[in-house]
């Protein structure tokens, strides 16, 4: 197809050549419209409606109208035919790269991507993202209080009593009563641990420790991984002990109490609490 193409044509614009109106009063001539120039806009158009499987009609004003609608539709149907929608299950296996997918495939993606809370704890999935939901569990804490005025026996290895009610967000972490627990598996990880206690008796050889894996009765220094002890100190003194230790399924940490006065020592204000920092 080429522009208009007779005598008088006049330039549009960007070297275009386009049509004048006829102005016989001022000497002007109209754009010459060739034979030539019609047929080829004739057949131009003509093209397209058969192509859409139109007959020429001159009752029918809009066939171009209508042949544009009917080849959208078949490169539309075309598209579809090459790229189909996916399944649920193929969107989510992120393989196929030849189809498409809708708003209720791509919903029903995110929400089989959004990991579980085991999922989560495992921590080994890379291929799932976490919700806040999930996100609040992952910090796992404990915080207890001992019960007030305990009496420790001399060169006793003491585990303190609970006296308050637990603050807590373990998962399947066994329930204790004295200043002990066993991890369980989904409460695993690498956890800091902090123990504090104000003995109200006599100055020396006393101590707090943490302990894992200690045995009830006798603590190897194996399983001590924390320790504070005062061979000369003041009456009322107060013992702080941290530790960070990874702390796997069946795991036990504690706080204990030791001293080797003579009679029984009275401890009081003590805490005992931890929180997980890594998986």
């Given at each position: 197809?080429?522009?208009?193409?007779?005598?008088?044509?006049?330039?549009?614009?960007?070297?275009?050549?386009?049509?004048?109106?006829?102005?016989?009063?001022?000497g002007?001539?109209?754009?010459?419209?060739?034979?030539l120039?019609?047929?080829?806009?004739?057949?131009?158009?003509?093209?397209?409606?058969?192509?859409?499987?139109?007959?020429?009609?001159?009752?029918?004003?809009t066939?171009?109208?209508?042949?544009?609608?009917?080849l959208?539709?078949?490169?539309?149907?075309?598209?579809?035919a090459?790229f189909?929608?996916?399944?649920?299950?193929?969107?989510?296996?992120?393989?196929?790269?030849?189809k498409?997918?809708?708003?209720?495939?791509?919903?029903?993606v995110?929400t089989?991507?959004?990991?579980?809370?085991?999922?989560?704890?495992?921590g080994?999935?890379?291929n799932k993202?976490?919700?806040?939901?999930?996100m609040?569990?992952?910090f796992?804490?404990?915080?207890?209080?001992?019960t007030?005025?305990?009496?420790?026996?001399?060169?006793?290895?003491?585990?303190?009593?609970?006296?308050?009610?637990?603050?807590q967000?373990l998962?399947?972490?066994?329930t204790?009563?004295?200043?002990?627990?066993?991890?369980?598996?989904?409460?695993?990880?690498?956890?800091?641990?902090?123990?504090?206690?104000?003995y109200?008796?006599a100055?020396q050889n006393?101590?707090?420790?943490?302990?894992?894996?200690?045995?009830?009765s006798?603590y190897?220094?194996?399983?001590?991984?924390?320790?504070?002890?005062?061979?000369?100190?003041?009456?009322?003194?107060t013992?702080i002990?941290?530790?960070?230790?990874?702390?796997?399924?069946?795991?036990?940490?504690?706080?204990?109490?030791?001293?080797?006065?003579?009679?029984?020592?009275?401890?009081?204000?003590?805490?005992f609490?931890?929180?997980?920092?890594?998986?």
């Amino acid at each position: 197809m080429d522009r208009i193409n007779g005598a008088g044509t006049t330039d549009i614009g960007g070297g275009r050549r386009g049509f004048r109106d006829e102005n016989l009063g001022a000497g002007v001539e109209g754009t010459e419209v060739t034979a030539l120039w019609a047929n080829m806009l004739q057949e131009e158009i003509l093209k397209v409606c058969a192509m859409a499987g139109l007959s020429p009609s001159e009752a029918d004003w809009t066939q171009l109208y209508q042949a544009i609608g009917v080849l959208d539709d078949a490169l539309f149907a075309d598209v579809v035919a090459a790229f189909p929608y996916a399944t649920t299950a193929e969107a989510i296996a992120g393989v196929l790269l030849n189809k498409i997918i809708n708003p209720k495939t791509l919903a029903d993606v995110l929400t089989a991507r959004i990991a579980t809370q085991i999922e989560t704890d495992g921590g080994t999935v890379n291929n799932k993202f976490i919700v806040p939901s999930v996100m609040r569990n992952i910090f796992r804490f404990f915080d207890a209080s001992f019960t007030p005025s305990t009496s420790v026996p001399s060169n006793v290895m003491t585990c303190p009593a609970i006296g308050a009610a637990i603050e807590q967000n373990l998962i399947d972490t066994t329930t204790f009563s004295t200043a002990k627990l066993t991890i369980g598996a989904r409460d695993a990880g690498v956890w800091l641990v902090m123990a504090s206690i104000q003995y109200t008796g006599a100055a020396q050889n006393k101590s707090l420790r943490i302990h894992k894996n200690g045995a009830a009765s006798s603590y190897t220094p194996l399983s001590r991984i924390g320790v504070m002890q005062n061979g000369v100190g003041a009456d009322n003194d107060t013992y702080i002990v941290t530790a960070m230790v990874r702390l796997a399924s069946g795991d036990q940490i504690s706080a204990d109490l030791l001293h080797t006065i003579s009679g029984t020592q009275t401890v009081t204000q003590g805490r005992f609490t931890a929180t997980r920092i890594a998986l």
